[in-house]
């Protein structure tokens, strides 16, 4: 049986660690705020761009700009996004998943999968097993910011224009709600014309002859490749909204769970307190019996 | 046959306007155009200039620094780098922009002359804007 000060040992341990999980927790709140003011600011304008564009692929020749082109479809780059850091649940596991069954459904479709990451969580995950990674981003996650997408947008459009990878999907963890995230696997180059399930928009399709000011291919040179930058932008910042709320909801679990376990050993502590007072007690009644005799 | 316009402007920082209005006025990069409901399919790029909307007897403005803007028969979608109605703009702060621009300018060899440009139009056009309310 653990002695009185083994016991009380591990109290002040597991203590020490709901000190720290609560702490952790507080700052994943107040990021978490952050972000999810940014992102909530740019979810309509993401969105409406993304609205934008898909009426005006509908209409828009395939030929018109090379971020449209439809190609024989080769090689599918995936673009996983991850934290940096751990300690925030399954959110990293979740996403490594999906981007593994995704590119394993490629390969078995027989395509060439590349891989790009974000995040050491998702670099580390591919290294460990060999895989080879086209590119790989870090120390994104915590700040995103809008050059950072820029960048990883600028590299994305480059190749897909080189013709080195012929279609692009982001698998990302989409931010719900403050306990849950949504993996999102979704399609970014070439932009697809008519979404399986999007059939609210048929109203639209019939008004697709739009007049185009200056001219059509003014239009998409600025717009197609800005709605690349910012669905890549939005990407990250659902995901950096998404770790947080994970890591909050993970610590906000593990502080439970030392509330629980610092009452198990007290409750341990006292019993084994009792024992030796009993015992004690024995010890002197016995003695002065002894004496008696 | 629609009535009214469903004007929606939005940006990277915000939903900045959604309410349905009778007419509006902004401008596109090749000149100011005017829109009314059953307008025709239209998608043009925004300069930085003034949108001007009626809903009734009530008039807006607002300013707009480059952007999108889709024209449909019974919508209007302005996709903006940034958007601000015209009593929100803050006077003192674009006077201290254009200033800084406006030297920028004088000394173009140290500073991207495009950008102090653009700097310069964006705030001379918010002055304008803000003080047409």
């Not at chain 1, 895989?131 to 809008?146: A, D």
């Not at chain 1, 059509?216 to 910012?230: G, K, Q, S, W, Y």
Request: charged residues 30%; contains cysteine.
């Amino acid at each position: 049986m653990a002695t009185l000060r083994d016991i009380k040992k591990r109290i002040k341990a597991v203590q020490n660690t709901q000190k720290i999980t609560k702490a952790m927790k507080m700052v994943s709140a107040s990021k978490l705020r952050k972000v999810q003011n940014r992102m909530l600011d740019l979810r309509p304008y993401a969105d409406k761009m993304h609205d934008v564009l898909m009426s005006l692929a509908r209409g828009a020749d395939r030929e018109s700009h090379p971020l449209l082109a439809f190609r024989p479809r080769k090689t599918v780059e995936v673009v996983v996004v991850t934290s940096d850091r751990g300690l925030c649940g399954a959110f990293n596991t979740n996403i490594l998943k999906a981007a593994q069954r995704c590119i394993n459904d490629y390969k078995k479709d027989g395509f060439e999968a590349s891989i790009s990451t974000v995040g050491k969580k998702a670099r580390d995950y591919f290294k460990r097993r060999g895989i080879p990674m086209r590119k790989s981003w870090t120390g994104i996650s915590g700040n995103v910011s809008f050059t950072n997408a820029q960048e990883i947008a600028n590299d994305i459009k480059d190749n897909f224009i080189n013709e080195t990878i012929d279609e692009v999907v982001v698998v990302y963890n989409a931010f719900k709600s403050m306990v849950a995230q949504t993996v999102t696997v979704a399609k970014l180059l070439p932009l697809a014309p008519i979404e399986e399930g999007k059939e609210s928009s048929a109203a639209e399709s019939a008004m697709a002859d739009f007049i185009y000011e200056p001219s059509m291919e003014a239009i998409f040179d600025r717009l197609i490749p800005r709605n690349v930058d910012i669905q890549i932008y939005r990407a990250l910042l659902e995901s950096s909204a998404a770790e947080e709320a994970a890591r909050m909801s993970a610590m906000e679990n593990a502080t439970k769970s030392c509330s629980e376990m610092v009452g198990k050993l007290t409750l341990q502590f006292n019993k084994a307190r009792q024992a030796s007072i009993t015992g004690e007690l024995m010890d002197i009644v016995g003695g002065v019996e002894a004496l008696k005799g | 046959m629609a009535e009214k316009l469903k004007l929606d402007i939005v940006t990277p920082h915000g939903h900045v306007f959604n309410d349905d209005v009778d007419e509006i006025v902004a401008s596109g990069s090749e000149g100011e155009f005017g829109v009314l409901p059953e307008h025709v399919p239209f998608l043009t790029t925004l300069k930085i200039g003034m949108l001007t909307y009626k809903k009734g007897s009530e008039t807006g403005i607002f300013f707009i620094s480059s952007g999108y803007a889709e024209v449909g028969p019974d919508k209007v979608t302005i996709l903006a780098d940034s958007a601000e109605k015209s009593d929100h703009i803050d006077i003192e702060r674009a006077k201290a922009a254009m200033k800084r621009a406006e030297e920028r300018l004088k000394q173009a060899e140290k500073f991207d002359e495009a950008r102090a440009t653009a700097a310069l139009e964006r705030a001379i056009t918010r002055i304008h804007v803000a003080e047409k309310k």
